[in-house]
């Protein structure tokens, strides 16, 4: 029986391999020529099927590639977090705020050349589990910790909250209006849910 997939969709399929049910993520390429699979640095397993292919094609590629995989996977699941944040106190927070500060608006400054969105006030707070958030009103919040991140999950921090500014919501049109500047965010967003 074949099975139907919407173009261009991601969506989570479970497979076989030897004797483990593995949970990986379908990805539909129109640019993609060939099959490929990638093992993520936090050992999630995804597989491109391009345009037109089977994906019984597909899963028999990947059942081939088993052992490769599971020692992959394993691997990755074994290594430490790319990186580790310092705890913060709020000594920590008082020093770097400002430095938080001048970050966050460069970046913004930087991507909103492109968006040309109206923020307000830009806030930089001490939090636990955000990175930042973004106000109806249109202010814009920053956890000070983002002085310890490397530029690329920044760069991801600062355009999803802009992007807030003209969708509130996590939708299509938002995630459509991130990849323009930032093309491979589902992969950072991954990464970022790591640390
Ligand atoms: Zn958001």
Not at 169 to 185: G, M, R, S
């Amino acid at each position: 029986m074949q099975r139907e997939i919407k173009l261009k969709n991601v969506s989570p399929r479970l497979i076989r391999l030897g004797r483990k049910i593995i949970e990986y993520e379908l990805r539909q390429s129109r640019r993609a020529r060939c099959l490929r699979i990638t093992i993520h640095p936090g050992g999630e397993l995804s597989a491109t099927l391009p345009q037109g292919m089977n994906i019984n094609k597909l899963e028999n590629f990947i059942q081939q590639k088993t052992d490769w995989i599971l020692r992959k996977i394993n691997l990755a699941k074994k290594r430490k977090p790319i990186m580790l944040l310092p705890k913060s106190s709020r000594r920590e927070y008082l020093e770097k705020k400002e430095e938080a500060r001048k970050l966050a608006e460069t970046k913004l400054k930087e991507f909103n050349e492109f968006y040309n969105l109206d923020y307000r006030r830009i806030s930089i707070r001490n939090q636990k589990t955000r990175w930042g958030s973004c106000s109806r009103k249109g202010n814009l919040n920053f956890n000070y910790r983002i002085v310890h991140l490397p530029e690329k999950y920044l760069d991801y921090i600062v355009v999803h909250e802009l992007c807030h500014l003209q969708e509130l919501n996590h939708a299509k049109n938002f995630w459509i209006l991130v990849a323009q500047t930032i093309p491979d965010y589902k992969e950072i967003r991954k990464e970022i849910r790591n640390l």
